[in-house]
T-cell receptor
Framework: GESVGLHLPTLSVQEGDNSIINCAYS??????FIWYKQESGKGPQFIID?????DKRQGQRVTVLLNKTVKHLSLQIAATQPGDSAVYFC????????????FGKGTHLIIQP | AAGVIQSPRHLIKEKRETATLKCYPI?????VYWYQQGPGQDPQFLIS???????DKGSIPDRFSAQQFSDYHSELNMSSLELGDSALYFC???????????FGDGTRLSIL
């Protein structure tokens, strides 16, 4: 079936720089998207979400952009810190209710000192 | 803030044995989800419950079953365990059958 995917498995960024993690999805029926951060030995931690009626949403140091025309999602992290090192997953939900999420392949974000 | 609690954190079983994993959702959350994550893989959705009724079903093997109880906690029952069942099992919860889902720190199941 259709699934969400990521372009790069590993992203290396200098501390203090901005990070951009990309995600492509193929199911045009998806109407809810979410980003998670997963540190080693822990469960996915909610970062930010966005519904298909929006194209941008901002949180603390994070911004999610949704381009429905090209079915692309991105997560921007401002002023990357060592604590941002983790695997980042995007996920989608079709239906919005108590349905399971379809996860993309994770991107491992590495922060260089 | 209270999070999703999963027990046990680690479990070692042998082939053909059974296992029961438990999940206690965030207080007031009435929806629970189960996911399986293999090494280096993304989480795969297994099954979800809303108000004690099965809501959605993913790639859950027939050897596995789950239920949600009156206090909203959930249990994942796994039988005839196979080596390939070795993975991290995550539970997530949400409010009123909606999103976002909040995850626990998982149960690491190892099959010998």
């Amino acid at each position: 079936g259709e699934s969400v995917g990521l372009h790069l498995p590993t992203l290396s960024v200098q501390e203090g720089d901005n990070s951009i993690i990309n995600c492509a999805y193929s199911n045009s029926a998806s109407d809810y998207f979410i980003w998670y951060k997963q540190e080693s030995g822990k469960g996915p931690q909610f970062i930010i979400d966005i519904r298909s009626n929006m194209d941008k949403r901002q949180g603390q140091r994070v911004t999610v952009l949704l381009n429905k025309t090209v079915k692309h999602l991105s997560l921007q992290i401002a002023a990357t810190q060592p604590g941002d090192s983790a695997v980042y997953f995007c996920a989608e939900n079709v239906g919005g209710g108590a349905d399971g999420l379809t996860f993309g392949k994770g991107t491992h974000l590495i922060i260089q000192p | 803030a209270a999070g999703v609690i999963q027990s046990p954190r680690h479990l070692i079983k042998e082939k053909r044995e059974t296992a029961t994993l438990k999940c206690y959702p965030i207080p007031r959350h009435d929806t629970v989800y189960w996911y399986q994550q293999g090494p280096g893989q993304d989480p795969q959705f297994l099954i979800s419950f809303y108000e004690k009724m099965q809501s959605d079903k993913g790639s859950i093997p027939d050897r596995f079953s789950a239920q949600q109880f009156s206090d909203y906690h959930s249990e994942l029952n796994m039988s005839s365990l196979e080596l390939g069942d070795s993975a991290l099992y995550f539970c997530a919860s949400s409010l009123a059958g909606g999103q976002p889902q909040h995850f626990g720190d998982g149960t690491r199941l190892s099959i010998l």
